[in-house]
């Protein structure tokens, strides 16, 4: 455990673009939600996570607010969860938001993984997905593994042209993120490969197998995010959540939700599995591991 001292996670108030994990701003009817551990590469925290939830609420609950961007200072939009920088916070109590269920730091093994996980991982995942108003994925850069499960709870995204997307965890021996909505998102045969192989798709090639909207130069990324919410802002606010609860609906009537459920058993198999044959969940993986093995940079 950790000596590095632990924040507690922040209302929405309390967001700022300084030093805060998550910063927020609103300008002409949006409201701009950034990821902000840059020398982290965005890595997901618990603190991040419930600041990040803290900002959505804050969004939702103001009338003025139409649109919602969800966006990352530095280098990368996110390099997915957070399993090895000094402020990891494994191991800190934080209420649940997402979930009724037991505080996992009194729990040990797999009762331990599985109470965090249905809390931090599907469970917020879960909930911004029913975010009643649009919310925009401004990708650029890393996103990684848990990078995924953020955008993918978006309404649609947009990435810039340097922009990569991976979900290696594979190496791990666990099958792919806990929000598993990689057959949805990608079909079948291209998740199957990219779970299989670990290796990294373009943003070229993510616009073309329909898991992105458009792809821009970096340079006009912010742009063209702005002109896009700009057209929504227009919107009447109640069509827009219909809208999107229409759409959402379509989709756990495909099978999203309950294959997902499913998916998430066998990914905690997984884990019990590393613990019991290795003695540790993750498979021996660290983060520094996991980048290595990805031929990843900075």
Known sequence: ???????????????????????????????YVTLNRPEYRNAQNSVM?????????????????????????????SAGHDIGTPERDFHVRYPNTASLYWDHTDRSGGDQRLAREI???VGMCRRWREIPKPVIAQVHGACIAGGLMLAWICDFIVASDDAF??????????????????????????????????KRFTAEQAERWGMVNHVVPRAELQSTVDGIAAQIVEMPQLGLALCKKAVNICEDQMGLRTAMDSVFGWHHFAHSANAESAGDSLGGMDAKSMKASAGGDS
């Open 1 to 31: 455990m950790s000596d590095t001292p632990i924040p507690a996670p922040l209302t929405g108030d309390e967001l700022t673009s300084d030093s805060t994990p998550v910063a927020y701003e609103v300008a002409d009817g949006v409201a």
């Open 49 to 77: 996570t419930y600041s990040l939830d803290a900002a959505f609420v804050r969004a939702v609950d103001d009338a003025a607010v139409k649109v919602i961007v969800l966006r990352a200072n530095g280098k990368h939009f």
């Open 119 to 121: 809390e931090v991982y």
């Open 165 to 198: 997307f991976s979900d290696p965890v594979a190496r791990m021996g666990i099958p792919g993120v806990e929000y598993f909505a990689h057959a949805f998102v990608l079909g079948p045969r291209r998740a199957k490969e990219l779970l299989f192989t670990g």
